[in-house]
């Protein structure tokens, strides 16, 4: 992945993140994007810098009986990096509503 | 930081399980975080949509879909496993390589020159048999060969007969026919003779190829007999002699005196679909002259053609083949004269269809063993200069091991470690056969009889290539290895040596033995065809040929006709002839040894008619002038030369060889004799008039050919090679007589102006070429297989150092420790030269005909060759032996 461009997947998962999905599977669930599209996405970003990722706290999980789940968040460069691709992609930041609730499900 | 799974067995949630598995493909060191981010997620969706066991079947399948996608995200994650590893043993790979400069430069040399040789006979392998024709679905492309049972098949017939085949078959989609032509080019008042090929309206569209510019020929352009004066040009005549003119389309060429509008060019790499020739013009098959004429597959017979067929989808070889030989039966009833007993045989088209094939095959399975050996040769040597590094670096392996490598990461490392060895040398080896094939191109030509031929490297060669290194490479590096990593850890570590270096020494010395055979058998060759080359020298070819030149001429391509070519011939000998110095000259239509075109014919004995034309027994003839005999100083026997008498109004007569007077009248005197070329029933009896000494006509290993000459007055033919006999500077007369022939028709370009001594050079071209390859070849093999034995009797000296010590201590001589080292190689040899010895016996004979008489068991050869390889392992053995004898007793006791 170039450093000065961004597809147009990779431009709607940051929006996502910003937007403040950050769990693979949420993202998956705003942006419509395949698992196999969203991950490698994510490990793109993160090794180019836009996205780092973090385990959540040990308490949560165990509460549920699960592992913990990893999130990612964007960094500086990811933000400058948004601000860009929104300039490029006008219609980006309309194509996602910030989150509010918990996400949809297919059942919903 | 993996928590305990949930209570419910993995299997019943398969999209977890889905993940344990994909995780085993991604990197280990990623592999326990990866999967618990994928798990969390999956299990936080269960836990999100209430619990598993009640979600509906929708859910469930989203749950395993979105799991499935997991496979990409691992598959981006995997060559990251792979690199760090990788990089690691190419980094460690490099420094070993660089820390022994010499080992890494022999090997990569030794290496080089075998993967080189591979490549550059595989670009060959590539070029004639592997790489498909430039067009359209070459597979269901064939060749029509024809010919009548236990004859052998030609894949040539009359024009007639095609016609019949391309409407009468059920099988194919066409048939299009097509014929050579040599065909003077004027162009910017320079004449050149090129090869032209007359084909049918149907033959581009068949083979499915267009135009680059202009139009190709079409069925239109194929009406009228001599009605159609168009031509296509290849794209690289075009390029080379018309400078890529774009305006060519259109323009008017003056081929053989007529007038040729240029109708298009070819696309670029379509040369026609022989690779033996390859045309430089195409032509309307109706402008070929004579193709009414001549019935039957005989080659020889006026205007035949070759045919190219593609077969209908789904129609297979051998229901096309029973389909055309029903055609051919049908032929045969209605014109038995001239095609009873006709078969049609399918063949790959590119080799002449059948009839070059087998000749190719065998001269490339030849090279292509020979290479293989050679390249095994230098594998052997290499495999024991690892092997003796393996014993060096065996207690930097015990340690390695000793601290947890698993065996499979050590094998690896050394696995690389040649590896990268074989790519280095397989980069030199592809150099070297850059280089090779280069040279070879201009060489290749004159053996196969080829107007051209591109050797092609492309993407097969490149990819046979670089699987041959990978091979050669896990080759080499697989035995040290194997042994290097056995796990008899503590000896290595005490730094003792072990029962280990026993069963080393034995797989070494197995080596030796497997390259003695190998040299043997690849300079035994190279000895088998020398030998034969000497003999060639000394085989009478029936003429003199010292002394002698030779120029040819083809009045066609100026389009004389007979009475204006007659005219021309007298006068060309008689100006030649009166040249100062000249001893006599003489016209012949075929000079022996030429390759190529045969000029064989169906001869009928007059009172032993064979019933049908294919019946008749086929003899090379030639028409020569009068003074041939004289000029070439071939004995006549018996009778007498031809005359001025015998002219086109007189009776027709012949000289026939000793072997045909032998052949057809083993008793009787055959002066007085008749026979025919047309058969009983057409007559056209021809009187021999006199038998002349035997000689080698079509190639110098044949043996009793019958021959017979012909006068040319009463066989007139446009295309001639004039011989001149004299003392004077060869090079000088050759000028000379080019200049007298410009001065008679300046259109006219004369070619093959050479001496008879060079001409004789033409047919040996082959031997010559096989015996460079082989000597080269077997002289690096001999110094492959000295540097081996030297190698494995040092190691053995070393080993035994302690035990010579001793001997030497308790008062052993020189002589006996020579003896005693010189022996243990000499078994070595001795076995290697036994099983080479049996593998030379079982494979000289694939050289047979490269040998010229000389018997493939030759016993000159067997033991001047053999006698040369002991005398080398001699040597190897003996500078080992005499290092054992200076061997300080008290040193070597205290030796480890």
Redesign the interface.
């Known amino acids: 992945m170039g450093k000065s461009f961004l597809s147009f997947a990779a431009a709607v998962i940051l929006q996502a993140l910003d937007n403040g999905y950050q ?3 949420d993202i ?1 669930d705003i942006t419509g994007l ?7 996405a994510l ?2 970003l993160e090794d180019a810098g836009y996205v780092r990722s973090k ?1 959540e706290k040990h308490s949560i ?2 509460e ?7 999130y990612y968040e964007l960094t500086r460069e990811g933000r400058e990096m948004l601000a860009e691709a929104r300039s490029r992609y006008r219609m980006l930041e309309q194509a996602q509503e910030p989150k509010t609730d ?2 949809k ?3 919903a | 930081m993996q928590t305990s799974p949930n209570n419910s067995p993995r299997f019943s949630r398969p999209h977890l399980a889905l993940i344990r598995l994909i995780g085993v493909i991604v990197p280990q060191r990623l592999r326990a975080d990866w999967r618990q981010e994928w798990e969390a997620e999956l299990r936080f969706r269960e836990t999100l949509l209430a619990n598993w066991d009640k979600l509906d079947r929708r859910n469930k399948l989203d749950l395993l879909r979105r799991s499935l996608g997991a496979f990409w995200d691992a598959l981006l994650l995997q060559p990251r496993r792979t690199e760090d590893e990788m990089f690691q043993d190419l980094r460690y790979g490099v420094r070993m390589l660089m820390k022994k400069p010499g080992f890494t430069f022999i090997a990569v040399l030794t290496l080089g020159l075998g993967i080189g040789a591979n490549t550059a006979i595989f670009s060959l392998v590539n070029t004639v048999l592997l790489r498909p024709l430039p067009i359209a679905q070459p597979e269901q492309v064939v060749t029509l060969n024809f010919g009548a049972p236990g004859q052998g098949v030609f894949p040539l017939i009359g024009y007639p007969e095609y016609t019949d085949y391309r409407d009468r078959n059920q099988s194919l989609e066409g048939l299009a026919a097509m014929g050579m032509a040599q065909v003077g080019l004027s162009n910017n008042g320079v004449n050149e003779r090129i090869l032209g090929l007359h084909v049918t309206g149907n033959y581009f569209s068949l083979l499915g190829v267009g135009a680059a510019l202009g139009r190709v020929i079409t069925p239109e352009d194929d009406v009228t007999p001599g009605g159609h004066p168009i031509v296509v040009l290849s794209y690289q005549c075009w390029q080379q002699r018309f400078g890529a003119d774009p305006q060519i389309v259109g323009r008017d060429l003056l081929i053989s005196g007529r007038k040729f509008t240029v109708i298009g060019v070819a696309p670029k790499g379509f040369n026609g679909t022989e690779l033996a020739s390859t045309p430089e013009l195409w032509f309307p098959m109706m402008m070929k002259p004579g193709l009414e004429l001549g019935r039957g597959p005989i080659k020889g017979r006026t205007a035949p053609v070759g045919t190219i067929g593609r077969l209908k989808e789904g129609v297979s070889w051998a229901q096309a083949e029973s389909d055309l030989n029903l055609i051919a039966a049908q032929i045969a009833r209605e014109y038995p004269q001239a095609d009873k007993g006709q078969i049609v045989v399918l063949s790959q088209p590119g080799l002449f269809g059948a009839a070059m094939r087998p000749m190719v095959l065998r001269f490339t399975a030849v090279a292509m063993g020979v290479v293989v050996l050679v390249l095994l040769l230098a594998c052997t040597n290499l495999v024991n200069m690892l092997l003796a590094r393996a014993s060096e670096r065996h207690k930097e392996i015990a340690i390695r091991l000793a601290l947890g490598a698993g065996r499979m990461r050590v094998l690896r490392q050394l696995l690389t470690e040649s590896v990268l060895l074989a790519l280095l040398g397989s980069a030199l080896g592809l150099a070297l056969a850059y280089g090779a094939v280069e040279i070879v191109k201009f060489k290749l030509p004159v053996i196969f009889g080829f107007t051209q031929i591109e050797l092609q490297m492309d993407w097969r060669v490149w990819v046979f290539t670089l699987a041959l290194s990978l091979l050669t490479g896990a080759l080499l590096g697989l035995l040290p290895a194997l042994q290097a990593t056995r796990p008899d850890l503590l000896p290595a570590l005490k730094n003792e040596s072990t029962l280990g270096g026993y069963r080393r020494s034995r797989l070494r010395n197995m080596l030796v033995v497997a390259q003695m055979s190998l040299s043997l058998v690849l300079l035994l060759c190279a000895g088998l065809v020398l030998r034969g080359l000497q003999r060639a020298q000394q085989i009478d070819p029936g003429f003199n040929p010292k002394q002698a030149v030779e120029v040819s001429f083809d009045l066609d391509v100026q389009k004389y006709n007979r009475e204006r070519g007659s005219e021309f011939q007298r006068q060309a000998l008689e100006r030649v002839r009166s040249l100062p110095g000249l001893q006599s000259a003489a016209l012949t239509t075929h000079a022996p040894l030429t390759s190529g075109e045969g000029g064989g014919k169906g001869v009928f004995i007059q009172g032993n008619e064979p019933k049908t034309a294919t019946q008749a027994p086929i003899v090379l003839t030639t028409s020569i002038s009068i003074d041939y005999f004289r000029t070439m100083e071939t004995r006549l026997l018996q009778g007498r030369d031809f005359t001025a008498q015998d002219n086109a109004s007189s009776p027709l007569v012949a000289i026939v060889n000793e072997a045909f007077a032998r052949r057809f009248w083993p008793v009787e005197n055959p002066i007085g004799k008749r026979f025919s070329f047309s058969g009983a029933a057409a007559g056209n009896w021809i009187e021999v008039i006199g038998v002349a000494q035997n000689g080698k006509y079509s190639s110098l290993a044949t043996k009793n050919e019958p021959f017979v000459y012909l006068p040319l007055a009463q066989n007139y033919a446009n295309k001639l090679t004039l011989i001149a006999r004299s003392a004077a500077d060869q090079r000088l007369l050759l000028a000379t007589i080019r200049k007298e022939i410009h001065k008679l028709d300046e259109n006219l370009t004369p070619y093959d102006a050479r001496t008879m001594l060079e001409h004789m050079e033409l047919p040996l071209a082959p031997a010559r070429v096989a015996a460079t390859a082989l000597g080269a070849f077997g002289a690096l093999a001999l110094l492959l297989a000295a540097i081996g034995v030297f190698g494995v009797m040092s190691n053995a000296v070393t080993q035994r150092t302690r035990e010579i010590g001793i001997r030497i201590a308790l008062g052993a001589e020189s002589k006996e420790i020579i003896r005693l080292i010189v022996g243990q190689g000499a078994l070595l040899v001795g076995i290697g030269v036994g099983i080479g010895l049996v593998g030379a016996a079982l494979g000289t004979r694939l050289l047979a005909n490269l040998l010229f008489g000389v018997s493939a068991l030759d016993p000159l050869t067997f033991v001047g060759v053999t006698a040369l390889l002991a005398a080398t392992a001699f040597l190897a053995c003996y500078l080992p032996a005499r290092r054992a004898t200076k061997v300080d007793p008290m040193i070597a006791l205290r030796h480890d």
């Open positions: 769990y693979g599977f998956m395949p698992s196999g599209t969203v991950y490698p490990r793109r385990w999980a165990q549920e009986a699960r592992p913990p789940r990893k918990k996400p499900t297919s059942r």
